[in-house]
């Protein structure tokens, strides 16, 4: 059975950074790509960015890119969101998702429960 | 990139039909078949209901179903029950100009009456 489960979120002040991880159970790891997804208080779902089975490629999007970093590490079974320079427009439950394809098709056949991160001075 | 629009509500009586319409441009849900739906009960795990436009994962019932034509995809819930309940998304690859791309739309939400 497919686990995911997200921890690291927390109260953060902005302009900080925080790293979220994600350790996953119950499939081949290194056969998926990953991606997180988030969504801020009373919005919709938000697609943040995503890496490649192998780690050797990585997506973000518009809004995160160049303050966003995604890794994983097989040896973990664990993939990361490095999230630098936060912003108040940043608090949101973060989401990670498995992909059912090796390089990202972007079905999402799995997700964990979220973290929390809240940006507040 | 703009979320893709979808109607913020819709809702439907047990046993009825509901569609869900996500409407983005050529750059995304016109231009490609790698559509997914997911359902979210607040509070839980988004759920995959529909990927690639139209097809179904295994354990999802066959009461719902998928389909697009032109810059619109469609999500159809028939037989509607209780469970139902909940926001959907749609999500559409998105990557003509950035590699590797996604867009969800707003989501709606789904009240059985």
């Known amino acids: 059975q497919v686990h995911l489960v997200e921890s690291g979120g927390g109260v953060v002040q902005p302009g900080r950074s925080l790293r979220l991880s994600c350790t996953a159970s119950?499939?081949?790891?290194?056969?998926?790509?990953m991606h997180w997804v988030r969504q801020c208080p009373g919005k919709g779902l938000e697609w943040v960015g995503g890496?490649?089975?192998?780690?050797?490629?990585?997506f973000y999007s518009d809004s995160v890119e160049g303050r966003f970093i995604i890794s994983r590490d097989t040896s973990k079974r664990t993939v990361y969101l490095q999230v630098t320079s936060l912003r108040p427009d940043d608090t949101a439950v973060y989401y990670c998702?498995?992909?059912?394809?090796?390089?990202?098709?972007?079905?999402?056949?799995?997700w964990g429960q979220g973290t929390l991160v809240t940006v507040s001075s | 990139q703009s979320a893709l629009t979808q109607p913020r509500s819709v809702s439907g009586s047990p046993g009825q039909s509901v569609t869900i319409s996500c409407t983005g441009t050529?750059?995304?849900?016109?231009?490609?078949?790698?559509i997914s739906w997911y359902q979210h009960h607040p509070g839980k795990a988004p759920k995959l209901m529909i990927y690639?436009?139209?097809d179904r994962p295994s354990g999802v019932p066959d009461r719902f179903s998928g389909s697009k034509s032109d810059n619109t995809a469609s999500l159809t819930i028939s037989g509607l029950q209780a469970d139902d309940e909940a926001d959907y998304y749609c999500?559409?690859?998105?990557?003509?100009?950035?590699?590797?791309?996604?867009?969800f739309g707003g989501g709606t939400k789904l009240t059985v009456l």
């Open positions: 998702a498995r992909d059912v394809d090796y390089y990202g098709s972007g079905t999402l056949s799995d």
């Open positions: 119950g499939f081949t790891f290194n056969s998926h790509a």
């Open positions: 890496i490649s089975y192998d780690g050797s490629n990585k």
């Open positions: 050529t750059d995304d849900v016109g231009g490609y078949n790698y």
């Open positions: 690639d436009v139209s």
């Open positions: 999500c559409s690859y998105a990557g003509k100009y950035t590699f590797r791309s996604w867009l």
